[in-house]
């Protein structure tokens, strides 16, 4: 793969971790498509980012914006080189509420963060270069601790699932030479993820850390990017913790 010349869509890409990766990728001369549902946020991120990134306006839950989406870009590019999968968001789900109120939430946090992702995974799948196509994930520590307070079930289940996913497509594509991976960030501290978060919870995390710092989106950009590489294209099926030693040995 030559990293200049790599096609890369990118969900959730006009904000948090997904907007920073897309602009790693543009400032080194790739052609970036990002994705998400706000037309606004996709429309400034792509003007500030330069000519090289597209944006496309649709919910990743919904298979007929799915399907009409990455048509309109394969039509562009003919094919794409790597899919990072970013988008998703948190939502409360407890015991306490009523069941229809969970539930609606549950189906919410599940249909952004893992349905989105096999969607695209599987309406991108043909398009991606073989060899050397890439899918990557955006996981959570959350997967591995259920998440930091109560009512993170729907959110840890959605991201668990994005293993289930990394370990399913890693066995059905790495024969084709493209490689399937999630990166599980920890405590990030530059995102809206974690932007209520009191001091005393975050001096708490940092403590906890044996890196004795809060994460940094260029550090999930980094993981990312080397996953996205030529270099790992041994790499397959692993899923890539990011948290500063929080947690690991998993």
Same mark, same amino acid.
């Given at each position: 793969?030559? =990293? +200049?010349?790599?096609? #890369?869509? #990118?969900?959730?890409?006009?904000?948090?971790?997904?907007?920073?990766?897309? &602009?790693?990728?543009?400032? &080194?001369?790739?052609?970036?498509?990002?994705?998400?549902?706000?037309?606004?946020?996709?429309?400034?991120?792509?003007?500030?980012? *330069?000519? +090289? @990134?597209?944006?496309? +306006?649709?919910?990743?839950? =919904? %298979?007929?914006?799915? =399907?009409?989406?990455?048509?309109?870009?394969?039509?562009?590019?003919? +094919?794409?080189? @790597?899919?990072?999968?970013?988008?998703?968001?948190? %939502?409360?789900?407890?015991?306490?509420?009523?069941?229809?109120?969970? &539930? %609606?939430?549950?189906?919410?946090?599940?249909?952004?963060? !893992?349905?989105?992702?096999?969607?695209?995974?599987?309406? @991108?799948?043909?398009? /991606?270069?073989?060899?050397?196509?890439?899918?990557?994930?955006?996981?959570?520590?959350?997967?591995?601790?259920?998440?930091?307070?109560?009512?993170?079930?729907?959110?840890?289940? $959605?991201?668990?699932?994005?293993? *289930? /996913?990394?370990?399913?497509?890693?066995?059905? !594509?790495? $024969? =084709?030479?493209?490689?399937?991976?999630? @990166?599980?960030?920890?405590? #990030?501290?530059?995102? *809206?993820?974690?932007?209520?978060?009191?001091? &005393?919870?975050?001096?708490?995390?940092?403590?906890?850390?044996?890196?004795?710092? *809060?994460?940094?989106?260029?550090?999930?950009?980094?993981?990312?990017?080397? /996953?996205?590489?030529?270099?790992?294209?041994?790499?397959?099926?692993?899923? /890539?913790?990011?948290?500063?030693?929080?947690?690991?040995?998993?």
């Amino acid at each position: 793969m030559n =990293q +200049q010349a790599r096609r #890369i869509i #990118i969900t959730g890409g006009n904000s948090g971790m997904g907007r920073a990766m897309a &602009e790693r990728f543009a400032r &080194e001369g790739a052609q970036v498509a990002i994705i998400g549902r706000d037309r606004n946020t996709l429309r400034a991120t792509a003007e500030e980012l *330069g000519s +090289q @990134v597209s944006w496309y +306006q649709a919910d990743v839950s =919904q %298979r007929e914006q799915v =399907q009409s989406t990455v048509t309109a870009i394969v039509e562009q590019w003919g +094919q794409v080189d @790597v899919l990072i999968n970013a988008a998703g968001f948190v %939502r409360g789900a407890t015991t306490d509420m009523p069941l229809d109120e969970a &539930e %609606r939430e549950w189906d919410a946090v599940i249909d952004a963060n !893992l349905k989105g992702s096999f969607l695209m995974t599987v309406a @991108v799948g043909p398009y /991606l270069v073989r060899p050397g196509g890439r899918i990557i994930y955006i996981s959570s520590i959350a997967a591995f601790t259920g998440g930091s307070r109560a009512g993170s079930t729907a959110y840890a289940a $959605s991201k668990a699932g994005l293993h *289930g /996913l990394t370990y399913g497509f890693a066995r059905e !594509l790495s $024969s =084709q030479s493209i490689t399937v991976n999630a @990166v599980a960030p920890g405590y #990030i501290a530059d995102t *809206g993820f974690t932007g209520a978060w009191t001091d &005393e919870k975050i001096n708490g995390i940092i403590k906890e850390t044996p890196a004795g710092r *809060g994460g940094h989106v260029d550090d999930v950009v980094a993981a990312v990017h080397y /996953l996205a590489s030529p270099e790992a294209s041994f790499v397959t099926g692993e899923v /890539l913790n990011v948290n500063g030693g929080w947690l690991f040995g998993r």
